[in-house]
């Protein structure tokens, strides 16, 4: 049997975050949900790489040396000095 992909795990706690921050607080609360925390908890695990796939993630051949080579093709141009582009104005 296929173990899980963890790629979802960091979308289901979060939405899981979610779900128990929209649940109104008890006036008797001692402590108030923080919201920041389970935000602060997911983006480490991500900077971590603890959630991270362990099987080589690669392109198929032939789509691997055409991205490399339009990425070579990049260096060609020179940068320009404005990225304005004035044909998406609209009358």
């Not at 997911?42 to 080579?69: F, I, Y």
Request: aromatic share 10%; glycine share 4%.
């Amino acid at each position: 049997m296929r173990r899980p992909d963890p790629f979802y795990l960091p979308y289901f706690l979060l939405l899981l975050s979610g779900a128990t921050l929209a649940v109104p607080a008890d006036d008797n609360a001692q402590h108030a949900p923080q919201p920041n925390a389970s935000i602060a908890t997911l983006l480490e695990l991500q900077r971590s790489g603890a959630l991270a796939s362990t099987p080589r993630q690669a392109l198929p051949g032939p789509a691997q040396t055409r991205a490399w080579q339009r990425y070579l093709d990049s260096f060609s141009h020179p940068i320009p000095a404005h990225y304005i582009d004035e044909s998406f104005k609209t009358p």
